[in-house]
């Protein structure tokens, strides 16, 4: 199974990829955690990315493709994978599409979690981070709606979306996208 996890922050992606992955034995990547680990491992892209991250710039979209590539490419995805939170505009979505035919893989289903924007400042103020005010939180789903909406659209162009209601408790979520799963 290949899905892709699109949502707001705050919207359970990461602990949905979390139980559904543990669920299919399939790996959840994030390109958070692509990033930490190449940098981890001192591999050629880790560095150049960790020279962005030192001066606190974004990593540049065609070196976070480019580890997309590499990790997709790696043997333990093979059975299937979860990617949460990329592509996270049109261009990485078109992207993504031509690697995955160059890698002869497909994406079986996006999934697209839903939450009122009210409940998601109330759960980003709930996790205390020191970033996580209400004007950055609402500053951050303004950003994600404007990038992202778009990439909604693309997938469900394709008719390979499929969305759920993430303002349910984690429990529902997970049984509302484990039966949306068995219908792909």
């Known amino acids: 199974m290949r899905l892709i996890f699109l949502g707001p922050p705050g919207a359970g992606k990461g602990t949905q990829a979390q139980r559904i992955a543990e669920r299919f034995a399939i790996p959840h990547i994030s390109t958070g955690d692509i ?12 560095q150049q990315a960790k020279e962005y991250m030192d001066r606190g710039d974004l990593v540049p979209d065609e070196l976070i493709l480019s580890m997309v590539r590499e990790r997709l490419s790696e043997s333990d995805v093979k059975p299937g994978w979860i990617l949460d939170g990329f592509p996270r505009n049109v261009s990485q979505a078109e992207f993504l599409d031509k690697l995955l035919q160059e890698i002869q893989q497909a994406c079986d ?18 996790r205390g981070r020191k970033d996580d005010n209400e004007a950055t939180i609402r500053h951050r789903l303004e950003v994600y ?5 778009p990439v909604i659209d693309f997938y469900r162009q394709g008719e390979r979306i499929v969305s759920i209601d993430g303002s349910q408790p984690i429990d529902n979520v997970t049984e509302s996208l484990t039966v949306a799963l068995a219908r792909t």
């Open 35 to 46: 990033l930490r680990q190449a940098v981890a491992n001192e591999t050629p892209l880790g």
């Open 109 to 126: 289903r996006a999934v697209n979690f839903e939450v009122p924007d009210e409940m998601l400042v109330k759960r980003l103020l709930g």
């Open 145 to 149: 709606r404007a990038a992202t909406a």
